[in-house]
């Protein structure tokens, strides 16, 4: 009988985003990418090898996974085995504090917490890179969910040099993030299918990986500055340039809901009134608005007509991982 292990990991959501893989096999992006690891949104996953195990038994929230969830994990947790010389099953049990497949990337702590869990419970004693480079094969957006604060997934040429590396662990000034949740249904078009079919078909997406490149060290200078303004225009710009790869892609595509663009122009009124607030999004409908606390008050009062108070959640800086 194994030793059991828990691990603790933070989702994240990107202000330069992640969009594309040079490498699907191994989740080599395309573009470097970077974070900024929330406190209110985590995974929580036990891992235990067994002997008395004839498959592996993966719970979520409590119940037996769908079939796909398994399979995946079950792969992820080949690459763990293959690592260790351990031909073992395993009984892993996750509790997602993350609303599921949602935009909000459950994908980033669950695969960064089954990593960690994994690892140690597999006897592997790795270092943060080499559980960053772990987590890289579950999820891309799991490589950032390693460590807290605001964190860069470098993107290398292979499987060695893509990683993640913290750019400000410890965020000592004022960002938050609202979640609007707008829809918690499973997203239409999971984010690995959006993005092969934009690599593939977009005109723009040479002009993406440009981009996305370029506003990496101006994101890390607007950090080091601890700039609002500057950091939520950067993160805008590049969600609304990935959204533009998935528009311009054949046949196009959106995560664009009504109720997207209603947020979207929340934001947009609450600006041109003044208060400094900037939105981001995913491969999902929801949107996350960047903002300092002193704002929240004001956000949360413009988007109360149109959102009920369930579906708007304050997030702020948090940590990487940790074991229970
Ligand atoms: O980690 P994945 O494969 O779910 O991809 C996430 C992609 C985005 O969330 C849209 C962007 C990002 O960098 O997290």
């Given at each position: 009988m194994g030793q059991s292990i828990t691990a603790r990991a933070h989702t994240n959501i990107a202000l330069i985003k992640y969009w594309g893989k040079q490498n699907p096999?191994?989740?080599?992006?395309?573009?470097?990418?970077l974070s900024m690891t929330l406190d209110h949104f985590y995974t929580d996953t036990t891992v235990r090898f067994s002997t008395d195990l004839t498959a592996d038994q993966i719970s979520f929230n409590g119940a037996i996974a769908d079939t796909k969830t398994s399979?995946?994990?079950?792969?992820f947790l080949d690459l763990i085995r293959k690592q260790a010389h351990l031909p073992l099953f395993a009984a892993v049990e996750t509790i997602n504090h993350v609303p599921n497949a949602a935009g909000l990337a459950s994908s980033a702590s669950g695969y960064a917490a089954l990593a960690a869990a994994g690892s140690r419970a597999a006897g592997l004693e790795l270092n943060d890179r080499d559980l960053s480079r772990l987590a890289r094969r579950g999820s891309g957006s799991a490589t950032r969910s390693i460590y807290g604060g605001f964190v860069e997934w470098q993107r290398g040429t292979n499987d060695l040099d893509s990683y993640a590396v913290p750019v400000q662990e410890t965020v000592d000034w004022d960002i938050q993030m609202i979640a609007i949740v707008l829809n918690d249904r499973q997203k239409a078009i999971a984010s690995r299918a959006g993005m092969a079919n934009t690599v593939a078909t977009s005109p723009y997406y040479p002009a993406w990986v440009e981009t996305a490149q370029a506003a990496i060290p101006a994101m890390k200078a607007a950090i080091v500055k601890k700039d609002i303004n500057l950091v939520g225009q950067l993160a805008e710009q590049s969600a609304m340039q990935m959204h533009a790869t998935t528009l311009s892609a054949v046949p196009p595509f959106t995560y664009f809901e009504p109720e997207t663009l209603q947020a979207i122009k929340v934001v947009q009124t609450l600006r041109q009134q003044?208060?400094?607030?900037?939105?981001?999004?995913?491969?999902?409908?929801?949107?996350?608005?960047?903002?300092?606390?002193?704002?929240?008050?004001?956000?949360?009062?413009?988007?109360?007509?149109?959102?009920?108070?369930?579906?708007?959640?304050?997030?702020?800086?948090?940590?990487?991982?940790?074991?229970?």
């Open positions: 096999e191994l989740i080599i992006p395309y573009n470097s990418s399979t995946q994990m079950s792969q003044g208060v400094s607030c900037y939105y981001t999004m995913d491969a999902g409908p929801n949107v996350k608005v960047i903002c300092a606390s002193q704002e929240t008050p004001q956000i949360l009062a413009a988007l109360a007509p149109y959102f009920s108070p369930e579906q708007l959640l304050v997030a702020k800086p948090g940590p990487g991982v940790s074991y229970r």
